[in-house]
């Protein structure tokens, strides 16, 4: 099968769409959530996301599917969450390896059918690795500025346990994603490199950061460029944006990233703003149309979608790649 880095090298790859804006349409019920095996747990457990590979498999497989059916290059695994710094609000530390592994196989092992169906088109699983839920460069008390819910090494050997598992489970690249603090992601780039060394495995690696607002700052206070330069040093497969922005208010950053890096450029936004309501009310057409101007301007190598997107999205989006050349990934070097 050829490689994810000889297939940038030729064409704009796409990333598939937003796990739980689909998740949302099943409507799962706090029952569905804990499944048979969950049905006495202690605490409650609906909205843990991650938990329905456990417990509600072929949904998670069926949107993959879809995703995949709609002509996504890459799917990400259902464990954005699944740390056991995260775990801990539903008492779930203990099943954080289980949680990865199996939300990686029922990944690879969709990616696979689709891959042997059309060998040309190779589809790839990202093992998804959020920031947790708590900040390694801030307090969460404004009386008490020095003080840190969180401290590197705590988040270094979650990581690890989060990275060690997806591997196992068959991932293809690691995806550290919606950076907010630049700190979290660099324990998790640690543990990584930890977990490389020990496996003598050269696994690709993506990071993919979150410009909060409009004042073009990560929620640590990093403009693109700081972000860029603090993970720089490292081997990326990528570097780019997702999530809190949609596609049009996403460009300026892009522009720093397509200028500044030398590693490919990757941005999935959400459906636009959220409403009023917290829902996206972006058409596909309307998302496609924003991200053209990435297309244009040759700013992207992989492109997708966050909040609100849908495989409709992204079959939008991979009609529209199709045209278009990636950027290309000699930029001053």
């Keep these: 099968m050829q490689s994810i880095q000889d297939i940038l090298e030729e064409r704009i790859l796409v990333l598939d769409g937003a796990m739980g804006t689909m998740l949302q349409q099943y409507q799962f019920t706090e029952q569905d959530y804990r499944g048979s095996r969950f049905k006495d747990w202690e605490l409650a457990l609906q909205g843990n996301n991650d938990l329905l590979s456990l417990t509600q498999p072929d949904a998670i497989a069926a949107i993959h599917r879809q995703y995949l059916e709609a002509g996504a290059d890459i799917i990400e695994t259902n464990t954005f969450s699944a740390t056991s710094i995260a775990m801990a609000d539903y008492g779930m530390e203990d099943l954080v390896t289980e949680m990865n592994r199996e939300s990686a196989k029922i990944a690879k092992r969709v990616a696979m059918e689709f891959s042997s169906q059309n060998p040309e088109k190779p589809r790839f699983v990202a093992g998804s690795i959020g920031p947790t839920n708590k900040t390694a460069s801030m307090s969460p008390d404004v009386n008490d500025p020095g003080f840190r819910a969180i401290s590197f090494e705590e988040l270094r050997i979650a990581y690890r346990e989060q990275v060690e598992a997806l591997i196992e489970g068959g991932v293809d690249l690691l995806l550290v994603e919606t950076v907010f603090d630049t700190l979290n992601a660099k324990a998790a780039l640690f543990a990584i490199a930890e977990v490389k060394e020990k496996l003598a495995l050269d696994i690709p690696v993506m990071v993919s ?32 944006f997702n999530c809190a922005l949609g596609a049009s208010q996403l460009t300026p950053y892009l522009h720093v990233l397509a200028n500044k890096s030398l590693h490919a450029v990757s941005a999935h936004p959400n459906a636009g703003l959220p409403n009023a309501f917290g829902g996206y009310d972006q058409t596909p057409e309307e998302m496609a149309e924003q991200i053209k101007e990435y297309l244009e301007k040759g700013l992207v190598n992989i492109v997708g979608g966050c909040c609100g997107s849908t495989p409709e999205h992204i079959r939008a989006i991979v009609e529209l790649v199709k045209d278009y050349k990636p950027r290309s990934l000699y930029v001053n070097r």
């Design 209 to 240: 950061g979150t410009i909060t607002d409009a004042s073009g700052r990560t929620l640590s206070g990093q403009t693109a460029e700081a972000f860029l330069i603090s993970i720089s040093h490292l081997p990326l497969l990528s570097v780019g």
